[in-house]
T-cell receptor, first 116, second 112 residues
């Protein structure tokens, strides 16, 4: 398997524009997570899905953020409208089960978003 | 509730010398503990994980960590640092649900 695949790797956009980040999880993984990494706040969980259903979105910062998982192999994180404070690295991760036993999270390479 | 404290924000070592990255955790339940490494502009890669099978855990690239329940610690060590070990390291704890709590990270610099 190629691992968790995220696109684009880098995104530069102007304030007010819509931004869509994409993620393809590892095949067979039932859980998908979106994280945001900033210098100030470190790694934060934004939302996670189980079997394509959003389970906990309490980490989504505001209504400008939305996430979808239309099928088991694809998820999007959308920011509309984008603001400079959204600049961060966004990671997608997947796992076959919750974090018990030998389960671990597999992370994508991340998308570095810059909003100017 | 669970949390992680990485005691050093930055560690600098000479190539060939030991590396020690310190991590303390708190968890209401029997925790799962992980160390991840992040090289510049890269994603997070799992180094090793503790899941109650053995207190001394061996990982990739010569790293190992020891789980000490009495001290609530999970320190990461490597006997001999290599230049390629320069990266940021995260200690992570899970109480067995979907939440991963990340430490603030330790940046490792390796001097030639």
């Amino acid at each position: 398997d190629a691992g968790v695949i995220q696109s684009p790797r880098h995104e530069v956009t102007e304030m007010g524009q819509e931004v869509t980040l994409r993620c393809k999880p590892i095949s067979g993984h039932d859980y998908l997570f979106w994280y945001r990494q900033t210098m100030m706040r470190g790694l934060e969980l934004l939302i996670y899905f189980n079997n394509n259903v959003p389970i906990d979105d309490s980490g989504m910062p505001e209504d400008r953020f939305s996430a979808k998982m239309p099928n088991a192999s694809f998820s999007t994180l959308k920011i509309q409208p984008s603001e400079p404070r959204d600049s961060a690295v966004y990671f997608c991760a997947s796992t076959p089960g919750l974090f018990v036993g030998v389960t671990e999270a597999f992370f994508g390479q991340g998308t570095r978003l810059t909003v100017v | 509730a669970q949390s992680v404290t990485q005691l050093d924000s930055h560690v600098s070592v000479s190539e060939g010398t030991p590396v020690l990255l310190r991590c303390n955790y708190s968890s209401s339940y029997s925790p799962s503990l992980f160390w991840y490494v992040q090289h510049p502009n890269k994603g997070l890669q799992l180094l090793l994980k503790y899941t109650s099978a053995a207190t001394l855990v061996k990982g990739i690239n010569g790293f190992e960590a020891e789980f000490k329940k009495s001290e609530t610690s999970f320190h990461l060590t490597k006997p001999s640092a290599h230049m390629s070990d320069a990266a940021e390291y995260f200690c992570v704890v899970s109480a067995g649900d979907y939440k991963l709590s990340f430490g603030a990270g330790t940046t490792v610099t390796v001097r030639a």
